[in-house]
């Protein structure tokens, strides 16, 4: 298993030193400072801080995390709660993996720092149930700060601040990284997603006021605040600053994790991945995480922010690049995407319940050569059936996958049906 | 309040509802508003997973759902446009997919909103022609209720009813995706007093009851609005007839009563319209004609005025306020005690079901008569409405009984006359909240019957009483009631509205 990234920067400079993992070390290599700076500042100027820092969500929306905080009901009598999603269950996404591992204590600060801004008493860090080590070394995280009292009452020393944190684990639902859906999960009910409105600002965990970030984004958060916002947006673009952790999977020569700032042009990122593997030819690249739609080699030279990627019709997502020489049959990717998401639907939307099911149908019978002209057809309406009407936007990601191949690699899909087999022997197996 | 605008109509609404909400307050959702929906029920939680009540609104960029869209002042709302159309065609294509289209053979044809809404807003062509998933056909979830899995469009409606209402939690869905099925919990029954509405909430012929499926096809049906009668609530009800004979109650919503819901007990209480009657008029132990058996009661009833001996009056809850007033006035002609009247107590809970097992104890207690299970004083005759317990009449030398049941004849009844059930004549009763409710008659008796104040009011014309030379008219006699009663002013039957109204 990696330690570290390949390529760091900030983030994960001290990963793979075993110091940084404990509470001490985290202290030595300059653990606490955000949160120091942040207890010295009014909790309305670090959600301005780190709204105006441009930080946005790294679980797969991009929303502007201070923006988000900015939301929690002020004047509220009830509980303010805070929700960590550890549920990493996007394919072709290991980021929040080893920042759980590598850095907990990064993510506690995070924690601590957006729990000053937003007046909440209360984190839970959601991680999904297969992540057992991760897990470990949260609980470990956490048990260090409170053996250390820097959880519980009066936070490092600011009278008045009480925080707790609890770790939970999930039990292996990709809806359940979804955040209404992971609330569910929490409250120990059934992860299905809830309606909105109420939204979980107003009505969260346990009914209770509640924001929903990722790993990542509570890790990036204390260097905001230790080193300042001019420093953060000294990576990135204008606006998507700070690095990320791309994931880079598929067929490169070195797939893994790179820290490299938002923006880095796809190539580059490939390229620090060894490039394609045995030196064939790029086929297809899904950019950030296995929801969103495809690029092809003419987008080599894109940016990998969401402002770029969404004028090519995809999303920046969640940084998992996945890679994909010419050996690969799309008609195949589109069979086992579609099975994935015909698996995890949680099924209450009939357009996501439905849908699913028969786009995976579709992609099955096609890939086995058994597809008819019309299928084709088909596959692009039924994604337009599901897409923006449904209660959270899985439905969207199980149709932008499939909309993204047809729309670039149609001819692959027209081979099975008019050839009746599959024209790529070299391709993966199902 | 909000002003709303659909389609191009101005509606003023009140703060604070969903637009579906806010559209059936109004009473226009699916009269003047066309908005099909099918997860979203008036008196369950918002589901908002079906999706079919997409509407577009003026600002927003994607659709919202009607169901859990709060109004706002000003908004602008389409039903109709070509992409809520779209969309909506969409939701009826999915849902079809794995349905099993076997209206032919499914009770539920006729008033299935799957089969409607296809109709009226589907696709017409199947685009597929894969497999359907599999599910299991009609099996029992219970003792009253069968299952058709495949049909179930999972919109949860019975699934939040049994958490919600019943508060049994029976039903939930299993499995997740387009594996999902509805059923009961492990080792769970659906048995629980109320578990029949589950099949009127049904959108789809998934849930049917044992005992209505497969007797009749619904459009052989006509509804008549009536009450049940088995306890105090006085839920109102439709009575679904055909032929002179009726096929099921269904609850009939009303919001101050009983909401959209009846207890099973009371759905199965139709049975008992028909079964077990008393059809023949009785001279002791001898069968007469209803004449006979009329003027027998008029002449023992005149001798006993005649002779100045004590007289009287045994009524019954199960009589309508009408029935009753027209009693009290025959007890204030002859001058006797007054009136009194047992009730039979059972069974209660917080959502529907009254200990009072009789529908109209509160119109007999505004009439004037009083609640009593002792023995009556001595008397020359006794006028007996519906059951009563024997040691009561004890001191009692000729007994005329009113009844509608061979069970509740007394073994002392020297004259029994047949009546009519609540089913069999218009009428108003009083539930426990002092609500006056009307009910309409929708079946016929096969046999001579007359209702208790017609019966009551021939018997005084045979007695010759002073006063009582009119035959009994219903209409007329509920004017006089509204009249002479102030708590009933106002309350004739034919100005009591459909969904009833408090006594003053
Ligand atoms: C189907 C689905 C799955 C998701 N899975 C994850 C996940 O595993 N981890 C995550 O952080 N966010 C996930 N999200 C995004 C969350 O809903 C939410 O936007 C995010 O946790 C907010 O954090 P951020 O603003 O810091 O990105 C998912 C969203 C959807 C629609
Ligand atoms: S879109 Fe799909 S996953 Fe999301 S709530 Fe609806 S059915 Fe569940
Ligand atoms: S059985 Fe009927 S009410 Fe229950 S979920 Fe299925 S369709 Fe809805
Ligand atoms: S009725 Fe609104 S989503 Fe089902």
Redesign the interface.
Known sequence: MQTEPYTKLYLSEHYGNEAFRTLAGYEAAGGFQGLRAALARDPEEVTELVKSSGLRGRGGAGFNAGLKWSFMPKGDERMKVLVCNGDESEPGSFKDRMIMQQGPFQILEGLLIAAWATGARRSYIYIRGEYQYPIQCVRKAVAEMYDKGYLGRDVFGEPGFEHDIVVHSGAGAYICGEETGLLESLEGKKGQPRKKPPFPAQHGAFGLPTTVNNIETFAHVPYILSRGVEWFRGFGTEKSPGTTLFGVSGHVERPGLFELPLGTPLREVIAKAGGVRNNRALKAVIPGGMSMPVLTPSDLDVPMAEEFLSERGTHLGTGGVMVMDDTTCMARVACVISYFFRDESCGQCTQCREGTGWIHKLCERIEAGRGRPRDLELLESVPALMEGHTICAFADAAAWPIKGLLRHFRSDFECHISEGSCPFPESFEL | MAQITIDGETYEVGDGLTILEALDQLGVLMNEVELPHYCWHPKLS???????C?VEIEGVP??Q?AC?T?VRDGMVIHTKSERVEQ?RR??M???L??HPLDCPICDQAGECKLQDYAFDYGVKHA??D?PR?PAKKGFELGPTIVFDQERC??CRRCVRFCREVSQTGELG?F??????LLETFPGAELDNPYSMNVADICPVGALTTKDFRFKVRVWFLDDVPSICNQCGRGCNINASRSNNRVYRFVPRRNDAVNQTWICDHGRMSYKGLTEGRCTEARVGSRRVNYDEAVSTAGDRLRSAIDAKRPIVVVASPFASNEDLFVLQRLIGDLGCEPGTFAIERGDSDALLIRADKCPNAEGARALGFLESDAAVGEAAIALVLGRVAPERLVNVETQVQLVSHEADISVSADVVLPVRSHAEYLGSFTNFERRAQRFSPFLEPCFEAWSFGDALTEIARAAKVLGWEQPFDVIRVSRELAQAVPAFAGLDLESLPAEGAPLR
């Open positions: 918002v589901d908002g997973s079906c999706r079919l997409q994607k659709l759902i859990n709060p969309a969409g939701v294509e999915l849902l997919l794995n685009r597929t894969l998933r469009i999972l869905v499995q997740r995706g387009e594996r999902s």
